[in-house]
């Protein structure tokens, strides 16, 4: 799984000028699926997005990023995004063979929402497949890359 985590003022989705997601201060994350990801990824993805500390807290440091989207009562706009496996090695179109096939992400990500919601998130959504417009006003901005790949590499020294 990958995903860019943005912080947000606000976001919203939008498909053929019908909402089908709209959030106030939290996180809008795109989010990708490989073919083999399953259980594992999801309860990584969804304890990664819901436990990092990228929000501004009560620190005693003015500006400190010490607080989840929770604690700070924030939602979670999240909308598929099969292009973040883009292979763009070789020519000037990317290749897009190392994302899961729709019948295999559809259903990934729609756990990962209700994995997130289990989490006591508000979560709100695209429509996987169709093409959205999605808004956004960053806060920040902050920007984290997530790629599941990491998951069992230890942080560098």
Same mark, same amino acid.
């Given at each position: 799984?990958?995903?860019?985590?943005?912080?947000? %003022?606000?976001?919203?989705?939008?498909?053929?000028?019908?909402?089908?997601?709209?959030?106030?201060?939290?996180?809008?994350?795109?989010?990708?699926?490989?073919?083999?990801?399953?259980?594992?990824?999801?309860?990584?993805?969804?304890?990664?997005?819901?436990?990092?500390?990228?929000?501004?807290?009560?620190?005693?440091?003015?500006?400190?990023?010490?607080?989840?989207?929770?604690?700070?009562?924030?939602?979670?706009?999240?909308?598929?995004?099969?292009? %973040?496996?883009?292979?763009?090695?070789?020519?000037?179109?990317?290749?897009?063979?190392?994302?899961?096939?729709?019948?295999?992400?559809?259903?990934?990500?729609?756990?990962?929402?209700?994995?997130?919601?289990?989490?006591?998130?508000?979560?709100?959504?695209?429509?996987?497949?169709?093409?959205?417009?999605?808004?956004?006003?960053?806060?920040?901005?902050?920007?984290? %890359?997530?790629?599941?790949?990491?998951?069992?590499?230890?942080?560098?020294?």
């Amino acid at each position: 799984m990958r995903a860019v985590m943005q912080r947000v %003022l606000r976001a919203s989705v939008t498909v053929d000028g019908v909402s089908t997601g709209a959030i106030e201060d939290g996180l809008l994350v795109y989010l990708g699926v490989a073919p083999n990801d399953g259980d594992a990824e999801v309860e990584w993805f969804a304890r990664k997005v819901s436990e990092m500390r990228i929000f501004e807290g009560v620190s005693e440091r003015a500006g400190q990023m010490d607080r989840s989207v929770g604690e700070v009562g924030g939602a979670v706009l999240v909308v598929s995004q099969f292009t %973040l496996y883009a292979d763009t090695r070789k020519g000037r179109r990317p290749s897009f063979i190392d994302a899961a096939a729709p019948e295999v992400a559809a259903p990934l990500i729609e756990r990962c929402m209700e994995a997130l919601r289990s989490c006591g998130l508000c979560v709100e959504g695209g429509r996987f497949g169709a093409h959205m417009l999605v808004d956004a006003v960053n806060d920040g901005p902050v920007t984290i %890359l997530l790629d599941s790949e990491e998951m069992g590499r230890p942080r560098r020294g």
